[in-house]
């Protein structure tokens, strides 16, 4: 899976109108939040009230705007494009020849779907064509977004029997989509959606448990242009619409106010003049990054650019440093406020609100930083690197206290939430703090008003990506709906697990893994939460029943932390090998190899792939996420849980770092770093009694001994003052 690099569109007629599709896009979007409080509303707009409608419009903005930007990326054939399009021809085909009793479509219709295949898929193979073929794309992507707001009331009625140009109109959207999705993400994930339809077309031939009904062409199209909450225009696609364009226009707007480097400044001034100062700076910027901005890959190449130098500087090895970024990166996915676009869904999925998101979210986003500056610290004092400090023209308190009101938005967006605003007006209201920051210090202000119209179509732009891959998700989980394919999955992975829930999370970590390596998190949790959420619910559900919670406690712990497992194996995806976007993002920088890059991201990080396990294995491994325990226990017992398997897990992070660095206070024997490993592991277990003979035999590797690889001794604040290397 690729993603489309962000470079500046050309000064060009057609990119002057990318940018300005763009920017409706972004605008259109945010005058939804205003439009309650307008005149407006009382006109009783369909465009402006209806959900449905505002969801058609803002896929129209993702594939009008989408395949404008698509004109300036690459094309090329290659054997993912050869499977899209035969994959295409098993839709292509049942819409043409429908064989559906009292389904006719006439020669026009069948011509219309005919075209809107030609243009979205034929690129792929004749990447020539693709010029013309994305023109006549912005074109068609208007008529099924106007037919829609013609026979809107209508379509709701017929969805189950649809007419011949709603299937028109429902297969030429669908197809474009795809082709979008294929443009601008690869293959995979079209081929994906291409396969759950092609499985409820001919559900009736597959072996066992897998085998189901046979559905109608008609059925498909109908349910997915006329439904409303089930099809393309639905709950997950809504997270687009409701969600994450807001965020998305806020992090256009702080790169086009240069406020990203103020950000990532602030983490400097947070370190001194240490060996380890890369790495710290990398977690410490990482972490602000997310907090604005929720993209892991891009977040990766901008901390990377910013760190180089000082990795340089200390004589980190690069594969180390490579590795070191690319984990890092990733954490944004997962940083309060605004993780990223699984938070959303699981708010629209599970009717909670995204403070109770955020608050779980909390755990694993500090043991996973933990995890990152542990194995940095103990390998800078292994290789005996050398001092370095960042350099900000100003003392690091004087910075941090001249821009800390830059976090004034995100506080605003959390006491917002807190308070119960919606999340849009939030975001919203956080931009425009954002915009009035940087107009009113003289340092920052901006020359004239165009970067906050630049800012907003990039925001946009970003969406592009993100939004066409929602929407396609929302493809599967509407094709799952019809198949019933989530509860015949459940039961062979309950069969296949024997009813263990260690074994059904392995499998399904294993399967969110595999399955992240050609999808984006977004499209790996909705496919693993409807397909494997409802057995281990159910398992997790039985298991915290039996320690003595009351049923149904047992089951909102248990559908709160399985929700929070995929949330976060679906995140690992995207920083494991082979595929690893933020390693792409971070060897991009460094110059190193991808595939190396991912697996020392692997390595550096280790314990980030052991956390998720015990959200779920006991009801106290809940505690990790502090929400569910809040929610199901006494107080006094809640806490007690929550301290216990922080510090037990936190220790946990730091031994497994040491093992996989080589290194405590001395260089480890390769037996002491397995040993140490081995006890790491069993400090994540759910045993107090076995967490503190681990910490006890533990200490025994801490014992100062050898010195650093290069024959110096390992550098410390007192030997570095020794040698005029003060902070």
């Not at 037919?147 to 474009?176: C, H, K, N, T």
């Amino acid at each position: 899976m690729a993603e489309p690099e962000a470079h500046p569109l050309p000064d060009t007629p057609l990119a002057r109108l990318a940018r300005g599709v763009l920017l409706l896009g972004a605008l259109y979007s945010l005058y939804l939040v205003l439009h309650p409080f307008t005149p407006l509303a009382k006109a009783e707009i369909p465009l402006l009230d209806i959900v449905q409608l505002q969801r058609s419009t803002h896929v129209l903005f993702l594939l009008v705007g989408g395949y404008l930007v698509a004109l300036y990326l690459p094309a090329r054939r290659t054997l993912g494009a050869w499977l899209f399009v035969l994959f295409s021809l098993v839709p292509l085909y049942n819409f043409l020849f429908p064989n559906v009793p009292g389904v006719s479509l006439p020669l026009g219709a069948r011509l219309t779907g005919l075209l809107y295949w030609a243009v979205a898929v034929l690129p792929a193979l004749a990447p020539g064509l693709r010029r013309y073929a994305d023109l006549l794309a912005v074109l068609l992507a208007l008529f099924p977004t106007l037919y829609q707001l013609r026979y809107f009331e209508e379509l709701v009625y017929r969805a189950v029997l649809p007419q011949p140009w709603d299937m028109a109109m429902s297969f030429g959207l669908i197809m474009l989509v795809l082709g979008l999705v294929y443009r601008l993400l690869g293959p995979v994930m079209p081929v994906l959606v291409l396969l759950f339809f092609a499985y409820n077309l001919y559900a009736d031939l597959f072996p066992g448990a897998l085998r189901g009904t046979r559905q109608g062409i008609d059925l498909l199209l109908g349910k997915t242009f006329n439904e409303t909450e089930a099809g393309i225009y639905g709950l997950i696609t809504g997270v687009s619409a409701k969600y994450l364009v807001y965020f998305t226009l806020l992090s256009g707007m702080i790169a086009a106010l240069g406020l990203g480097k103020v950000v990532a400044n602030m983490a400097l001034a947070l370190v001194g003049k240490h060996p380890a100062t890369p790495g710290r700076v990398t977690g410490i910027a990482s972490v602000f990054m997310g907090m604005f901005s929720g993209s892991g890959a891009a977040d990766t190449q901008f901390v990377a650019a910013l760190t180089k130098p000082l990795y340089e500087r200390a004589g980190y090895d690069r594969l180390i440093a490579a590795g070191l970024v690319a984990t890092a990166g990733t954490i944004a996915l997962i940083t309060p406020p605004v993780l990223g676009s699984i938070a959303f869904i699981m708010v629209e999925v599970l009717q909670i609100s995204l403070l109770k998101v955020i608050v779980m979210a909390i755990g694993p986003a500090l043991l996973y930083l933990t995890t990152v500056l542990a194995f940095n610290e103990f390998y800078a004092r292994k290789a005996g690197l050398a001092p370095v400090a960042p350099e900000l023209g100003m003392s690091r308190r004087a910075y941090a206290l001249r821009y800390s009101y830059i976090f004034l938005p995100i506080l605003l967006i959390v006491a917002m939430l807190y308070l119960g605003y919606e999340v849009r007006t939030a975001a919203s209201l956080a931009l425009v703090l954002f915009v009035a920051l940087a107009y009113l210090d003289p340092t920052l202000r901006p020359k004239g008003i165009a970067p906050i119209f630049q800012g907003l179509a990039e925001g946009f732009r970003t969406l592009l990506p993100i939004g066409t891959a929602v929407t396609a998700a929302n493809l599967i989980f509407a094709n799952m709906v019809i198949s019933g394919l989530p509860s015949k999955f459940s039961q062979l992975l309950q069969q296949v697990s024997g009813e263990s829930l260690l074994l059904a999370t392995l499998i399904t970590a294993v399967f969110s893994l595999v399955l992240g390596m050609g999808v984006p998190p977004t499209a790996t949790y909705v496919l693993t939460s409807a397909l494997t959420a409802p057995a281990i619910i159910g398992l997790a559900a039985k298991n915290f029943a039996a320690e003595g919670l009351g049923q149904e406690a047992a089951q909102q712990a248990a559908l709160l932390a399985t929700h929070m497992f995929l949330f976060y194996y679906a995140v690992l995806a995207d920083v494991t090998p082979p595929v690893a976007l933020s390693a792409y993002a971070a060897a991009s920088v460094f110059g190193t190899n991808p595939l190396q890059t991912g697996i020392y991201a692997a390595r550096v990080a280790l314990s980030k792939y052991l956390v998720g396990f015990f959200f779920l294995l006991a009801y106290s491994g809940t505690a990790l996420l502090i929400l569910p325990v809040l929610e199901t226990a006494p107080p006094e017992k809640a806490w007690s849980l929550i301290l216990w398997r922080f510090l037990a897990v936190g220790l946990g992070v730091v031994y497994l770092s040491a093992s996989g660095a080589g290194y405590t206070r001395r260089v480890l024997a390769r037996w002491e770093a397995w040993a140490l490993g081995g006890l790491a592991f069993l400090l994540f277990v759910l045993h107090l009694y076995l967490n503190l003979a681990a910490f006890l035999l533990g200490l025994f590797f801490f014992r100062k001994g050898r010195g650093s690889l290069s024959g110096e001794s390992p550098w410390t604040p007192e030997a570095g003052e020794e040698r005029g290397e003060g902070p």
